[in-house]
């Protein structure tokens, strides 16, 4: 599985910005897909991601009601929609799946993408 992810930029505050993850390699039907995060000299956290097969979704804390999560079967993508963007969400976003299951640690989950850098300015 190779994952893409796009999207990233450079926001002020209370901006909007949507990533986007397309996959190839293999059909995600049956994958979870997830979106973390990794701030300068911070460990990799969980941000969001969707049962593809159920399309339940799942947030953390810091990021829900702000951000949602979503899918495009036909395009093999999934997309993080963030709203409301905070100087602390400041970030490389990576998507990742692999795993049938939800998992809310970056160790879980075997295919990774290259990441793409979200800056919030205040």
């Known amino acids: 599985v190779q994952l893409v992810e796009s999207g990233g930029g450079l926001m002020q505050a209370g901006g909007s910005l949507r990533l986007s993850c397309a996959a190839s390699g293999r059909s995600l039907s049956s994958y979870v897909m997830g979106w973390f995060r990794q701030a300068p000299g911070k460990e990799r956290e969980f941000v969001a991601a969707?049962?593809?097969?159920?399309?339940?979704?799942y947030y953390a804390d810091s990021v829900k009601g702000r951000f949602t999560i979503s899918r495009d079967n036909a395009k093999n993508t999934v997309y993080l929609q963030m709203s409301n963007l905070k100087p602390d969400d400041t970030a490389l976003y990576y998507c990742?799946?692999?795993?049938?299951?939800?998992?809310?640690?970056?160790?879980?989950?075997?295919?990774w993408g290259q990441g793409t850098q979200v800056t919030v300015s205040s």
């Open positions: 990742a799946t692999g795993r049938y299951y939800v998992a809310k640690i970056p160790s879980a989950y075997p295919y």
């Open positions: 969707i049962d593809w097969s159920t399309d339940n979704t």
